[in-house]
């Protein structure tokens, strides 16, 4: 188990054009981006839960793949408003390494240019080519949004931002993807396998602000 960081690590410049559009389409109110860029909310022994879940298989039942029809659905309409409230374009390059050096870089391309690239490679079981959408809208409204980067804290702290975009239908299948694969991989220091499962209720709870 690596150690955790307390806070947030890496902070750039918010994309505040962005962040309007999360906070017009969300279900909810989000948390204050001032409050997700200086907190660490993911303690040490919930990240372990999740991890631990996260890396035990299970085979998809109904209600995964309702949850996951449910996130495929909207991360498709998150997607299209990415594109259209934001101009934003995505190149696409096949292959596992990262077009980028840094979120900081990620996330200054989204800022300035309204551009980005994603390396497009192991495909997932339920979500198909929806999962690319998926990533884009994360990077989008996550991390180029808060200004946040790539470690635990800041992961962590775009999901506290992207669920708010989503269903109650679709949050526990969006909870696998970007917290329980992000938080395996972070906590491990190795990629884990795409899955798709569904969160226990206790878990899902206790990762609730």
């Not at 150690?3 to 999360?22: G, H, K, S």
């Not at 975009?165 to 395996?184: D, K, M, N, Q, W």
């Not at 991989?185 to 899955?195: N, S």
């Amino acid at each position: 188990m690596q150690i955790i960081d307390n806070l947030p690590r890496e902070l750039f410049p918010t994309w505040r054009r962005a962040q309007l559009v999360v906070d017009r389409h969300a279900r909810q109110a989000p948390p204050p981006a001032s409050v997700l860029r200086t907190t660490g909310f993911l303690r040490p022994e919930l990240a372990e839960s999740v991890t631990a879940w996260f890396l035990d298989d299970a085979a998809p039942t109904g209600p995964v793949r309702r949850s996951y029809a449910a996130l495929e659905r909207e991360t498709a309409r998150l997607f299209e408003i990415a594109r259209r409230d934001l101009g934003v374009r995505v190149h696409y390059v096949d292959g596992e390494t990262d077009p980028y050096d840094s979120a900081a870089e990620l996330c200054a391309e989204l800022r300035e240019r309204g551009s980005m690239t994603l390396a497009c490679d192991e495909r997932h079981p339920l979500l198909g080519t929806t999962f690319d959408q998926l990533r884009v809208v994360h990077d989008v409204f996550g991390h180029a949004a808060l200004g946040l980067g790539f470690d635990l804290q800041s992961e962590y702290a775009t999901w506290l931002q992207c669920r708010t975009l989503y269903s109650p239908a679709a949050r526990p299948a969006a909870f696998c993807e970007l917290v329980g694969a992000v938080t395996a991989y972070i906590t491990t220091g190795e990629k884990p396998g795409l899955r798709a499962k569904l969160p226990p209720a206790e878990l899902l709870t206790a990762c609730e602000l």
